[in-house]
């Protein structure tokens, strides 16, 4: 029984991931931590002047820690001729202070750097 979970985990790390699926683990990941307010593990998965800028801009952007994320959906990951993919994210949030909820969409740019994707911009499509 030990040499047949050994066997299949070493197949397993063998195999590795694929690069589609190791950009879509990446996209869940930092969409994921944005989510639950994770916000310095997520800039983990970005590029260093971009992390520079959202961790610059982190009070900003949450209204001084009032903005609640309720929910995201990955709905489009399309491939660049450059390597690299646009990903668009539908949010959805609320403030603290007011519980209207507000819905954005968004194109993330993600690139390979030394062999990890990373996020390196994002920018609102429609604004609420």
């Known amino acids: 029984m030990r040499t047949l979970i050994l066997s299949t985990l ?3 790390c063998a195999g590795g991931l694929s690069d589609s699926d190791q950009l879509a683990e990446a996209i869940s990941h930092f969409n994921d931590d944005v989510r639950w307010g994770n916000y310095e593990s997520a800039s983990l998965l970005m590029a260093p002047a971009a ?3 959202f961790l610059g801009n982190l009070n900003e952007t949450t209204h001084g820690g009032e903005l609640q994320s ?3 959906e990955v709905v ?6 450059n390597g690299g993919a ?3 994210v539908d949010r959805a949030w609320y403030l603290l202070s ?3 909820l507000h819905r954005g969409s ?3 740019r993600w690139e390979r750097h030394d062999g990890d994707w ?3 911009g994002e920018r609102e499509l429609s604004p609420n």
């Open 10 to 12: 070493l197949a397993a």
């Open 51 to 53: 992390r520079r800028a």
């Open 70 to 72: 309720a929910d995201y």
């Open 76 to 81: 489009g990951i399309a491939p660049q001729r």
């Open 86 to 88: 646009l990903v668009r």
């Open 98 to 100: 007011d519980s209207e």
């Open 106 to 108: 968004f194109v993330q």
């Open 118 to 120: 990373l996020m390196v």
